[in-house]
């Protein structure tokens, strides 16, 4: 089956300018988390949904940042005035939530640069 | 503070030797989980073996065998017989709690296997 998709799979955008980047997640997960990984640096966590609660937005560096989930599917982060710290790989990742260790699927990431 | 830490950014490994690749953690949670992801070049997040802090013997997958000393709050990844394919960053990771499924990454080890 399908796995996590993103699009684009790159970015590259003016500073100031307003991005979304999108996450299709694998069919039937129930948990969506988005992720960034700056160059050299390991994962650092944005946001996350689960089912109908509320998201946790605990992770999200400003409130340039936001995300939403449609339908329990497909979720779109968005930045707003992009500033070229922004510049990141987004990583979206999927779960099934339904065993102790609730392995998370990542998908191929969007790279987004702002000049 | 750092919720994971990984001291080591970089290693080298003979082929077919193994090689163990060091994680420590830091939380006050009873129920909590240990993931190790491999990320090759090509950038895409590879589930590689997970511990729960109430599992009482070390995981294993494949080659793949983790050292949990829960007193010492490390959870150390060994690659058994290593491969040319290995060759990718090691990020450890933590789920904290029951319920609350977002990671919390290490900074990564990179690792070189030499033919």
């Known amino acids: 089956g399908a796995g996590v998709s993103q699009s684009p799979s790159n970015k590259v955008t003016e500073k100031g300018k307003d991005v979304e980047l999108r996450c299709d997640p694998i069919?039937?997960?129930?948990?969506l988390y988005w992720y960034r990984q700056s160059l050299g640096q390991g994962l650092e966590f944005l946001i996350y949904?689960?089912?109908?609660?509320?998201?946790?937005k605990s992770g999200l560096p400003s409130d340039r940042f936001s995300a939403e989930r449609t339908g329990g599917s497909v979720s779109t982060l968005t930045i707003q005035r992009t500033q070229q710290e922004d510049s990141a790989v987004y990583l979206c990742?999927?779960?099934?939530?339904?065993?102790?260790?609730?392995?998370?699927?990542f998908g191929p990431g969007t790279r987004l640069t702002v000049l | 503070a750092q919720k994971i830490t990984q001291t080591q950014p970089g290693m080298f490994v003979q082929e077919k030797e193994a090689v163990t690749l060091d994680c420590t953690y830091d939380?006050?949670?009873?129920?909590?989980?240990l993931f190790w992801y491999k990320q090759p070049s090509s950038g895409e997040m590879i589930f590689l073996i997970y511990?729960?802090?109430?599992?009482?013997q070390n995981a294993t997958e494949g080659r793949y065998s983790l050292n949990f000393q829960k007193a010492r709050k490390s959870a150390n990844l060994v690659i058994s017989a290593s491969q040319l394919g290995d060759s990718a960053m090691y990020f450890c990771a933590m789920r904290e709690g029951w319920g609350d499924y977002k990671l919390s990454f290490g900074a990564g080890t990179t690792v070189t296997v030499r033919a």
């Open positions: 990742a999927s779960s099934l939530v339904t065993s102790s260790y609730n392995e998370q699927f």
């Open positions: 511990q729960g802090s109430y599992d009482e």
């Open positions: 939380t006050s949670d009873q129920s909590y989980g």
């Open positions: 069919s039937g997960h129930t948990a």
């Open positions: 949904f689960q089912g109908n609660s509320a998201p946790d």
